[in-house]
């Protein structure tokens, strides 16, 4: 009877090493098949670390890991950074890899409506391009496909091209490599559907986007972006000047700053961006606009207005210029 207890316990101990080696071998694995962009901000705990890890499904056990960090002398020795995880390495390259202190990348954001300008300051800021180099750069050594044919009296090339969106750009990334990143993430955006339905439009890809530009630099809130697309292609319809200080602006300082209030001189600035003095459209976009004015400028409200004005919330929108003179009249001081 002693023998068959001894035989138990051994069997018992063998069958449980057996499976605490299992469970090592599998919580020494990490789980993402794909390449992980990972930031541990300064003062994040090992607990935050941990609890990071395992919600982007690099670790499979929060307990292993902290336990395992803790025997490695590591806990308290991850460093602050931003990280590429890579697929298929094992704990111990990812405990080397956070304790080096060595980011991979840059985590950079272009809000919508920034022009080119203000794009390659951030960048420039950043330490991955010199302004120039983008303000230079030629559309079709980056538009292969050949979406977007702008008017030749644009100021830049680029402008409204690059999307607005948060970027996980590597240190080592050249200026053409930067720019190609941000216009290949706007060419994705701008998907099939967009250009059959400006086809169906008779419309450029690079007149919608233009449209988008405008309509991204008047709206106050997503809820009018539709209409106010509606009033820019009654006018246009109509054969009417858009009347957009947005683009006065922008004809005035090509992008370079921002001019806070216009003077009657400047409704008469001589620019093609005039929108007060032409009629039509400017010639290229005037900022990057985001998917919801692109969507607006494809998708415009069907209306009879032709004329809004700003309430300091929103735009009051009327159909006849006495209508107009009116709101102006009551929102404007």
């Known amino acids: 009877m002693k ?42 705990t090992l607990s935050k670390i941990t609890d990071e890890l395992f919600n982007k499904k690099i670790i499979k056990s929060k307990t292993f890991f902290k336990l395992y960090t803790r025997y490695k002398g590591l806990d308290t020795k991850l ?11 094992d704990i111990d390259e990812l405990l080397k890899k956070l304790s080096s202190g060595k980011s991979d990348y840059k985590i950079i954001t272009i809000p919508e409506g920034f022009n080119l300008h203000q794009i390659a300051q951030r960048l420039e800021n950043n330490g991955f391009i010199k302004k120039d180099e983008l303000l230079n750069a030629k559309i079709s050594d980056y538009d292969k496909a050949n979406l977007f044919d702008n008017d030749k009296k644009v100021f830049y090339e680029l402008e409204g091209y ?18 190609s990143i941000l216009f290949n993430q706007f060419a994705k955006n701008y998907s099939q559907e967009f250009r059959n339905r400006a086809k169906e439009l ?18 106050a809130n997503d809820d009018e972006r539709k209409r106010i697309a509606g009033v820019i292609y009654n006018r246009l319809r109509l054969n009417m000047p858009l009347q957009i200080d ?3 602006i922008y004809g005035i300082t090509k992008g370079e700053k921002n001019i806070p209030r216009l003077y009657n001189k400047d409704y008469q600035y001589e620019s093609v961006y005039n929108t007060y003095k032409f009629t039509g459209l400017p010639p290229g976009p005037i900022a990057s606009p985001g998917i919801k004015s692109i969507e607006a400028a494809l998708y415009p409200e069907e209306h009879d207005y032709l004329y809004y004005v700003y309430t300091g919330e929103g735009h009051v929108f009327s159909k006849t210029y006495q209508e107009h003179l009116k709101n102006v009249n009551k929102y404007i001081k």
């Not at 690059?162 to 720019?179: G, K, R």
């Not at 890809?205 to 630099?217: M, P, R």
């Open 246 to 248: 947005a683009t006065v």
């Open 79 to 89: 460093k602050s950074g931003s990280y590429l995880i890579k697929a298929g390495i």
């Open 202 to 219: 008779g419309l450029k890809n690079s007149q919608i986007i233009t449209i988008a530009s405008l309509i991204e630099k008047e709206a």
């Open 162 to 179: 690059l999307f607005p969106d948060t970027y996980y750009i590597p240190y080592t990334a050249q200026s053409t490599e930067v720019i």
């Open 3 to 44: 023998k068959i207890v001894l035989i138990a316990i051994a069997v018992a101990l063998l069958l449980s090493s057996f499976y605490f080696y299992n469970q090592y071998k599998e919580n020494m694995k990490t789980y993402h098949k794909s390449d992980v962009y990972f930031t541990i901000k300064s003062g994040d």
